[in-house]
């Protein structure tokens, strides 16, 4: 075969940068188009699922433009044996399979290089036994460097890796999915759009829901009429003092109703009765 047969080698895109699914962490990493983005480091046995869609829209876009980049580490890559095994039956007994502590310390290893310490770079395993993951979490990961995030499949991880590794758990929510992966697009949706300039309109991230530990307010648009329903007639008023107090209003009924939990910290912080409220 001469060179010209030698069939292209598989192309991926991520973001801005086209690399080979060969292309090793460092290689990306030394990419000066991404030098001083914001950086997620995904392990996992299904690369394929990323960018996933977050390469689309806003994301995609940031990705794209370099404000954001992403690295998947591939699990299997780090497999013992001819057969690349990642894991193993568990020990005591019971179903399924356990990834193993070797396989994930090695891809730990090697997501870790070139990245500087865990107060601005944490390592997270998306777990359902994790701290819930939430907007103030999202704010915490979006000020960091970057993010390693481990996704997990079968019956999950090795215990002793998690702890020799001081891996954080993060849960996306009290439901057990079958691999970390959908777990980590969710958690890098709401990380990087907080990143500076993802989002063409920052001010939307200071009026969202839980931005001020409320629901958001009710929105509407056009038409003014739909269904022979009006939208609330403060809101075409055109008076930001009664608007704003409407939406106050309506954003702390929403969330009394609906989160007693947030309604009580919201309370709290605020020094206000929960109850008279
Ligand atoms: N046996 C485990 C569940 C394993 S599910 C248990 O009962 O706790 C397989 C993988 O999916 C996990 O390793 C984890 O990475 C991911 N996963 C499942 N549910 C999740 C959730 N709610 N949040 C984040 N990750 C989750």
Same mark, same amino acid.
């Given at each position: 075969?001469?060179?010209?047969?030698?069939?292209?080698?598989?192309? @991926?895109?991520?973001?801005?940068?086209?690399?080979?699914?060969?292309?090793?962490?460092? !290689?990306?990493?030394? !990419?000066?188009?991404?030098?001083?983005?914001?950086?997620? @480091?995904?392990?996992?046995?299904?690369?394929?699922?990323?960018?996933?869609?977050?390469?689309?829209?806003?994301?995609?876009?940031?990705?794209?433009?370099?404000?954001?980049?992403?690295?998947?580490?591939?699990?299997?890559?780090?497999?013992?044996? @001819?057969?690349?095994?990642?894991?193993?039956?568990?020990?005591?007994?019971?179903?399924?399979?356990? +990834?193993?502590?070797?396989?994930?310390?090695?891809?730990?290893?090697?997501?870790? $290089?070139?990245?500087?310490?865990?107060?601005?770079?944490?390592?997270?395993?998306?777990?359902?036994?994790? @701290?819930?993951?939430?907007?103030?979490?999202?704010?915490?990961?979006? #000020?960091?460097?970057?993010?390693? +995030?481990?996704?997990?499949?079968?019956?999950?991880?090795?215990?002793?890796?998690?702890?020799?590794?001081?891996? /954080?758990?993060?849960? +996306?929510?009290?439901?057990?999915?079958?691999?970390?992966?959908?777990? #980590?697009?969710?958690?890098?949706?709401?990380?990087?759009?907080?990143?500076?300039?993802?989002?063409?309109?920052?001010?939307?991230? /200071?009026? /969202?829901?839980?931005?001020?530990?409320?629901?958001?307010?009710?929105?509407?648009?056009?038409?003014?009429?739909?269904?022979?329903? $009006?939208?609330?007639?403060?809101?075409?008023?055109?008076?930001?003092?009664?608007?704003?107090?409407?939406?106050?209003?309506?954003? /702390?009924?929403?969330?009394?109703?609906?989160?007693?939990? +947030?309604?009580?910290?919201?309370?709290?912080?605020?020094?206000?009765?929960?109850?008279?409220?």
């Amino acid at each position: 075969m001469t060179d010209d047969d030698t069939p292209p080698p598989k192309q @991926k895109s991520h973001g801005r940068i086209s690399v080979q699914t060969s292309l090793k962490p460092r !290689d990306l990493m030394s !990419d000066v188009r991404v030098a001083g983005a914001w950086r997620a @480091k995904v392990i996992t046995l299904f690369p394929d699922a990323f960018p996933g869609i977050l390469g689309l829209s806003l994301t995609g876009k940031a990705l794209d433009l370099g404000l954001w980049a992403l690295e998947t580490l591939d699990l299997r890559q780090f497999g013992i044996g @001819k057969h690349k095994n990642v894991d193993d039956t568990p020990a005591g007994g019971g179903a399924g399979m356990v +990834l193993r502590a070797d396989v994930v310390a090695a891809a730990l290893d090697a997501a870790a $290089e070139g990245t500087p310490n865990r107060s601005e770079w944490p390592v997270i395993y998306l777990s359902p036994r994790g @701290k819930p993951f939430d907007q103030a979490m999202a704010r915490r990961f979006s #000020a960091a460097k970057g993010i390693t +995030l481990l996704c997990g499949r079968f019956e999950g991880v090795d215990e002793r890796v998690l702890h020799h590794y001081g891996v /954080e758990e993060v849960s +996306l929510g009290d439901f057990v999915l079958t691999g970390g992966e959908i777990a #980590a697009t969710a958690l890098l949706d709401a990380t990087v759009r907080l990143i500076p300039r993802v989002l063409g309109n920052q001010t939307s991230t /200071e009026e /969202e829901s839980f931005s001020d530990g409320l629901l958001e307010f009710p929105q509407f648009t056009k038409p003014s009429r739909w269904n022979e329903l $009006e939208i609330p007639e403060v809101l075409q008023s055109g008076h930001h003092g009664n608007i704003s107090n409407w939406r106050q209003a309506m954003a /702390e009924r929403l969330t009394k109703e609906r989160r007693p939990d +947030l309604w009580r910290a919201y309370c709290a912080s605020h020094g206000r009765d929960p109850v008279e409220d």
